[in-house]
């Protein structure tokens, strides 16, 4: 499996009473309103109560894995209750998208959100810097940012009992941000504002959107190795989840202006999981030109393995011991495979360079957001 990164949904967000601030015609409207601050608040309090919870604090609590699932999905169906009323409220505030007193009023809101992927913030939470764009699509962007990772966290709990659903969750999620950093942001990023949390930029959100996928390809691996699949078929399966990470480094580093102050950490897990699936790539073409009996080729494919094991030792503990384990187990494979050709076969181990390439087999594809609209009219006194 991946790597654990669980820190993307920890967001905080500052409160909001639409009603206090837009003017509403009449009481329909008004209830409207009121319907909106209500489903918010409900969020509000979810995330920034969670968010207070130091990490030493929730090691300690004796919440189940079940009960974990239950928190998550429920933050899901409070997310979808919201999303509809604030779409409608966009659409309505867009047909009044010249008028100055809705603009002002927009900006009265106040729409405050911190980041998780900042580098500030991963080094410092106790001190949150909140970020104030005065746009909607500022609100929606970063409701459907948590939402992404809700659904991410989701399928992350549910993976141990039901590898088809947490595959079928990772790529709802995956389409969350695809949507996100298509459809939603654009309209954002002609706002003139001087800084944004990375979570507002169209190139995270696609960056996340791939991380989702081979997080989802990772789970599909885990069903083919239950399958008996061959181990030529798991090396490009795994080798998929690299390209996949690929597409997302060259995503980040084309975009430096929108993810100059991105995580260093959240860099060296995408880096890590590369890595981390290309030396699995390595092992399991190795085993399987074991089998079709070419020992040296063999033993080449797992000496370049550890190469990349090696070459990128992760600072995280929890990411050092999986490299440790895989190290350990590749070693232990190719102790056995020298051994053998050194007694028994007596084949060339050909170079680094006349090894076979990777190739790579990506058999997973987002899942489109179909965002949901409540047709209702909002009428405002301006």
């Given at each position: 499996m991946m790597l654990h990164f669980k820190d993307f949904s920890k967001l905080k967000t500052k409160r909001i009473v639409f009603?206090?601030?837009?003017?509403?015609?009449?009481?329909?409207?008004?209830?409207?309103?009121?319907?909106?601050?209500?489903?918010?608040?409900?969020?509000?309090?979810?995330?920034?109560?969670?968010?207070?919870?130091?990490?030493?604090?929730?090691?300690?609590?004796?919440?189940?894995?079940?009960?974990?699932?239950?928190?998550?999905?429920?933050?899901?169906?409070?997310?979808?209750?919201?999303?509809?009323?604030?779409?409608?409220?966009?659409?309505?505030?867009?047909?009044?998208?010249?008028?100055?007193?809705?603009?002002?009023?927009?900006?009265?809101?106040?729409?405050?959100?911190?980041?998780?992927?900042t580098s500030s913030t991963i080094f410092n939470r106790r001190a949150a810097k909140f970020f104030q764009i005065d746009d909607l699509h500022f609100e929606l962007s970063m409701t459907l940012s948590l939402y992404g990772a809700l659904l991410r966290g989701l399928a992350s709990k549910i993976l141990s009992a039901d590898l088809v659903q947490s595959t079928t969750i990772y790529r709802k999620a995956a389409g969350v941000y695809h949507h996100l950093a298509h459809e939603v942001l654009p309209s954002l990023q002609s706002a003139s504002v001087q800084e944004r949390p990375p979570e507002a930029t169209s190139c995270v959100s696609s960056v996340m959107s791939l991380i989702c996928l081979a997080e989802a390809q990772s789970v599909t691996i885990r069903k083919a190795e239950e399958k008996g699949s061959t181990r030529s078929l798991l090396a490009k399966l795994h080798y998929g989840v690299v390209q996949l990470l690929d597409e997302a480094m060259v995503v980040l580093h084309s975009a430096t202006e929108d993810c100059k102050d991105i995580s260093g950490r959240f860099l060296e897990y995408i880096s890590c999981c590369k890595d981390l699936y290309e030396l699995r790539s390595y092992k399991c073409l190795g085993e399987s030109t074991k089998t079709d009996g070419q020992i040296g080729i063999a033993i080449g494919l797992l000496r370049q393995a550890l190469v990349v094991a090696n070459k990128n030792i992760p600072e995280?503990?929890?990411?050092?011991?999986?490299?440790?384990?895989?190290?350990?187990?590749?070693?232990?494979?190719?102790?056995?495979?020298?051994?053998?050709?050194?007694?028994?076969?007596?084949e060339?181990?050909?170079?680094?360079?006349?090894?076979?390439?990777?190739?790579?087999k990506k058999i997973v594809s987002s899942i489109p957001y179909n965002f949901q609209r409540w047709e209702r009219s909002l009428a405002f006194k301006f």
């Open positions: 009603e206090e601030v837009y003017a509403a015609r009449d009481s329909d409207t008004l209830e409207q309103l009121k319907e909106l601050s209500s489903k918010r608040r409900v969020i509000e309090e979810s995330i920034n109560e969670s968010s207070l919870i130091t990490e030493a604090i929730a090691r300690e609590m004796l919440f189940s894995s079940l009960l974990l699932f239950l928190k998550m999905f429920q933050e899901t169906k409070k997310l979808e209750q919201y999303l509809p009323l604030l779409e409608n409220l966009i659409q309505s505030a867009g047909l009044n998208s010249n008028n100055s007193q809705l603009v002002r009023w927009t900006s009265d809101l106040k729409i405050r959100w911190t980041s998780v992927l995280v503990e929890s990411w050092r011991l999986v490299f440790k384990q895989e190290i350990n187990n590749l070693t232990a494979v190719l102790r056995k495979y020298e051994h053998e050709n050194e007694f028994v076969w007596h060339k181990v050909p170079t680094h360079s006349e090894l076979p390439f990777l190739r790579g």
